[in-house]
């Protein structure tokens, strides 16, 4: 069974059809640059575009970078224009794609799906934290492999700041830090989250989960296990298109 993921993110957005039985891409994605300002109508552009390259015809999942309730309306919008807050985001894309069916869930849960059924969280009991290292820091929270929505852990403060302006992976090109520095931030952030929610494994995803054995050697001092997600930056599509195969 195939349906359509679409992951929109700060910097890019991808997307491509996905197979639901094998938990991974059926077609090599493609993507587009968000545009800036990422208002609303440009990024429902971006995301028809991607579409119509498969000209896809059935139903979309999306996911949006923050706090996404009742599954259309946006709450949140640290990464993207402003304006996104309070958009009823399922009624945008279905008239922008023509009134396709599509669903719309928060990209880190998405993806934190995704890897808690087909990736590094597969069979994984008890308190697992996915997050996703990218233009910001999105997480995920299971509890014996159920998903507690919308927890937007990027936002906790970390000495004064909002953590993921400092230990996110555009915080990390924007103050051309070492891997070695940046994992320093990485590991105090780890620290701070383990303190509060004493996980037994933290999936670290997005781009970055390409290139873990240049940063993972460098954190210590953490309790939890540590691991890169498997699907690496495929998981927020095939999340997104597990959330429109239930229909939420």
Same mark, same amino acid.
């Given at each position: 069974? &195939? ?65 996404v309730t009742g599954g259309s309306t946006i709450r949140t919008a640290a990464n993207v224009d402003k304006s996104w807050i309070d958009t009823n985001a399922r009624t945008l ?61 990027? /936002?906790?403060?970390? /000495? ?26 990485v590991q105090k952030y780890l620290a701070h989250v383990e303190m509060l929610f004493s996980p037994e494994l933290f999936i670290i995803g997005g781009g970055v989960s390409r ?31 597990? /959330?429109?195969? &239930?229909?939420?």
């Amino acid at each position: 069974m &195939q349906i359509f993921g679409v992951d929109i993110g700060g910097s890019g957005i991808k997307g491509a059809p996905v197979d639901l039985d094998k938990g991974d891409l059926a077609e090599e994605r493609f993507k587009v640059l968000t545009p800036h300002p990422a208002t609303p109508d440009r990024v429902a552009d971006g995301v028809r575009e991607v579409v119509e390259h498969y000209g896809w015809s059935g139903p979309v999942g999306l996911t949006f970078p923050g706090v996404v309730t009742g599954g259309s309306t946006i709450r949140t919008a640290a990464n993207v224009d402003k304006s996104w807050i309070d958009t009823n985001a399922r009624t945008l894309f279905g008239d922008r794609l023509g009134g396709l069916p599509v669903t719309v869930v928060n990209d880190a849960d998405a993806a934190g799906v995704a890897e808690m059924n087909f990736g590094a969280g597969q069979g994984r009991k008890g308190t697992v934290v996915l997050l996703t290292f990218g233009t910001g820091i999105g997480s995920a929270l299971f509890v014996d492999g159920v998903l507690v929505p919308n927890t937007e852990l990027g /936002h906790l403060e970390l /000495h004064g700041h909002d953590a993921e302006k400092r230990a996110s992976s555009k915080a990390r090109e924007d103050g051309d830090l070492t891997w070695e520095h940046w994992a320093h931030r990485v590991q105090k952030y780890l620290a701070h989250v383990e303190m509060l929610f004493s996980p037994e494994l933290f999936i670290i995803g997005g781009g970055v989960s390409r290139k873990a054995q240049k940063f993972l050697p460098h954190i210590e001092g953490i309790k939890a296990e540590i691991v890169p997600a498997q699907l690496q930056n495929n998981a927020g599509i095939v999340g997104a298109a597990m /959330h429109a195969a &239930q229909g939420h």
